[in-house]
């Protein structure tokens, strides 16, 4: 049973961009615990909030209906006046004045200076959060982001949902 304002979003989903719309329950992803002291994790942070670097990246495909299950990307170092949004389901008005809203590298690294988190890893993954048919995302581009972030030794990761 959906909560009353998960239910008002499905409904306006189905209203506005997907009539088959359907939240997905996840029973099934097991509780890991963190290998090691947050203080020494490393930590990568992740946005459904379509971000990308224009100068680099193609941008989502946001007006798709199905959304685009693709990811980008993008250095923690990169200046924010070369970041876009590609997302066509939430208000950007917020993030175009600060985009640590969406992606707050500038907290993390804060965080990592008062040893609250070991390092933060250097790469932003950005997806754009609006994918009502998740397949390929679950199937596919989650296991080979989470692939990625194994093999470089990162030991949690902080998503911001838009």
């Keep these: 049973m959906l909560n009353s304002r998960l239910q008002a979003a499905q409904t306006r989903i189905r209203e506005q961009w997907y009539p088959h719309f359907a939240w997905r329950l996840n029973d ?3 509780w890991t615990p963190l290998s090691r002291p947050l203080s020494e994790a490393t930590v990568a942070l992740l946005s459904t909030c379509g971000l ?27 200046p924010p006046d070369r ?7 939430y208000e950007h008005e917020h993030v175009e004045i600060d985009i640590n809203v969406v992606m707050p590298i500038l907290h993390f690294q804060q965080l ?6 070991g390092r ?3 790469w932003v993954y950005s997806f754009m959060g609006y994918l009502p048919e998740p397949q390929a995302l679950i199937a596919e581009i989650a296991p080979q982001v989470a692939r990625r972030l194994a093999a ?11």
């Design 83 to 89: 970041l876009r949004i590609a997302h066509a389901h």
């Design 120 to 122: 933060l890893y250097p």
């Design 152 to 162: 470089d030794d990162v030991h949690a990761a902080f998503l911001t949902p838009c």
């Design 28 to 30: 099934s992803a097991p």
């Design 52 to 78: 990308y670097r224009y100068d680099q990246h193609l941008p989502f495909d946001a007006w798709n209906p199905l959304g685009d299950p693709a990811f980008r990307e993008i250095h923690i170092d990169t």
């Design 112 to 117: 990592a200076a008062q040893r609250v988190i």
